[in-house]
C-alpha cells in the first residue's frame, strides 16, 4: 500500500544466539527417566541394560537422585536380585556424583553401581554456549573408584539439542586405563535425555555402547473438575456417585496437581442454598479457591 513502511525485525545473527543459549543440567524434578543401554562387543549390541531415575532438587543447590527398576540382559529382575534394587545419588549443579550412593534392595552394591547411569554415560558436561567448538570439561571419582576424565566440545546445534564430541578416560586403580571417545547428543530443556554413542577400549578388549535416555511425558494436569449436586443433596463427580469424603479427596489430588483448578458446580434448582455453601466451604477448605456455578439439567 503506498505511504505505508514496513519495519522489519533485525534477525539475530546466528554467532549471538548460540552464545546466548546454554547447555546446562536441569532435570524436570519428579519426572521418571528411563536409561536403556546397548554394549555391543560383537557385531550384533546385547539386550538393554535399564533402570529409571527420578530427580529432586538439593539445598542449596545440586539434585537428589532415586534410580531403580534395574534390568540386566538374559536375567529376568525376579531372579538377579535387582527388583528391589535402589540407588540414592546426591549430585552437584552440574549432575556429577558428590558420593558414593546409598544401595538398598540388594545383596552386592558394587554389581547394582555398575549397572547404573552413572557407570555408563559421561555426565557432568555443561557449557556456557552451544556455538561450535565450545569445550566443555568433567572430571569425577564414581562409586567404584574409578576416576573418570571427559573433555567434549559442541559439534553441532540444530534447535531443541545439541551434539557434543567427547573424549574421556576411565582411570582403574592398580588396573590400565580406559580410553572413550563418541558422541553425546543432548535435549537442551533439560541438560539429560538424549543417545549418547561410546566406543570404550582397555588393555584385552573393545566395545561400542549406546546410551538412551527418554524423559517420559507427565500426565496433562486437570483443568476443571464438575460436580453435580442432585436435590436430595448427592454428589456426582464427573458422572460417578460419590459422598462428601471422597468428593474432598478427590479435589484435594487435583488441586496437589493443578493449583489453578477451577471446580464447576451444577447444582439442582431446588437445592438449599445452606447446603450449597457447606460444600463450597468444604472444597475450599481442600485448596479450591476457584468456582464456577451452573444450574443441573
Not at 539475530?12 to 543401554?37: D, K, M, N
Not at 545419588?89 to 538398598?104: K, M, Y
Not at 460417578?240 to 496437589?256: E, I, M, N, Y
Request: proline fraction near 8%; aromatic fraction near 6%.
Amino acid at each position: 500500500m503506498a505511504g505505508t513502511s514496513v519495519v522489519k525485525r533485525p534477525l539475530i545473527p546466528e554467532p549471538r544466539r548460540c552464545q546466548a543459549t546454554r547447555l546446562q543440567f536441569h532435570p524436570v524434578a519428579g519426572v521418571r527417566y528411563t536409561v536403556s543401554t546397548w554394549e555391543r562387543p560383537g557385531r550384533e549390541p546385547h539386550a538393554a541394560y535399564h533402570s529409571t531415575l527420578v530427580f529432586k532438587p538439593r539445598s542449596p543447590a545440586g539434585w537428589s537422585v532415586v534410580e531403580n527398576e534395574f534390568l540386566r540382559p538374559f536375567v529376568p529382575a525376579e531372579k538377579s536380585g535387582f527388583s528391589d534394587a535402589r540407588l540414592e545419588w546426591r549430585l552437584d549443579e552440574r549432575g556429577v556424583p558428590i558420593d558414593a550412593p546409598d544401595v538398598t534392595g540388594h545383596g552386592d552394591p558394587n554389581v547394582i553401581r555398575n549397572l547404573s547411569l552413572f557407570a555408563f554415560r559421561p555426565v557432568g558436561l555443561v557449557a556456557d554456549s552451544v556455538c561450535v567448538g565450545t569445550p566443555t570439561r568433567s572430571t569425577f571419582t564414581d562409586a567404584a573408584s574409578r576416576t573418570r576424565s571427559y573433555v567434549a566440545t559442541v559439534a553441532s546445534w540444530k534447535g531443541p539439542s545439541v551434539t557434543l564430541k567427547v573424549q574421556g578416560t576411565v582411570a582403574i586403580p592398580g588396573a590400565p586405563t580406559w580410553q572413550q571417545h563418541g558422541e553425546i547428543e543432548v535435549d537442551l530443556d533439560d541438560g539429560l535425555a538424549g543417545n549418547a554413542q561410546m566406543h570404550e577400549s582397555g588393555p584385552a578388549s573393545e566395545r561400542d555402547r549406546m546410551v538412551v535416555i527418554v524423559r517420559e511425558t507427565p500426565a496433562p494436569r486437570p483443568s476443571e473438575l464438575r460436580i453435580v449436586v442432585a436435590k436430595d443433596g448427592t454428589l456426582y463427580v464427573d458422572g460417578v456417585s460419590s459422598d462428601l469424603a471422597k468428593v474432598r479427596a478427590v479435589a484435594h489430588a487435583a488441586v496437589a496437581a493443578n493449583r489453578d483448578l477451577r471446580v464447576v458446580l451444577a447444582a439442582d434448582k431446588d437445592l438449599p442454598h445452606e447446603k450449597m455453601v457447606a460444600l463450597m466451604d468444604a472444597l475450599k477448605s481442600e485448596g479450591v479457591s476457584k468456582f464456577a456455578l451452573s444450574v443441573a439439567r
